[in-house]
Nanobody, 121 residues
Framework: QVQLVDSGGGWVQAGGSLRLSCAAS????????MGWFRQAPGKEREFVAA????????VYADSVKGRFTISRDNAKKTGYLQMNSLKPEDTAVYSC??????????????WGQGTQVTVSS
């Protein structure tokens, strides 16, 4: 079973940028869509973005559209989430996942451990 490792989180001031990475352990990474989700304290897991297995299509939550960009490099078995114009409400633990190309967490079968993103005002 492919395993995922998230990295790139940290602390940033509002308006700043961060780039998250999602490194896979196996070439089967390229066989599945990839999604990014986030969970803030006391809140449910929230869909952020997804990308098809080839990278040809992407979809975003309305709350991040125009600010975040999801991408992937199948040769490197790595996915990315570029986050610009960050807001305090973006503060959460961000996790990547592999599965079907949609916004439902239940349709993703393997998850990274998560990386903390903290945005201060």
């Amino acid at each position: 079973q492919v395993q995922l490792v998230d990295s790139g989180g940290g602390w940033v001031q509002a308006g700043g940028s961060l780039r998250l990475s999602c490194a896979a352990s196996a070439r089967t990474f390229s066989a599945y869509a990839m999604g990014w989700f986030r969970q803030a304290p006391g809140k449910e897991r929230e869909f952020v973005a997804a990308i098809t297995r080839t990278g040809g299509s992407t979809v975003y939550a309305d709350s991040v559209k125009g600010r975040f960009t999801i991408s992937r490099d199948n040769a490197k078995k790595t996915g990315y989430l570029q986050m610009n114009s960050l807001k305090p409400e973006d503060t959460a633990v961000y996790s990547c996942a592999l599965g079907s190309y949609n916004s439902r967490p239940d349709d993703y079968f393997t998850w990274g451990q998560g990386t903390q993103v903290t945005v201060s005002s």
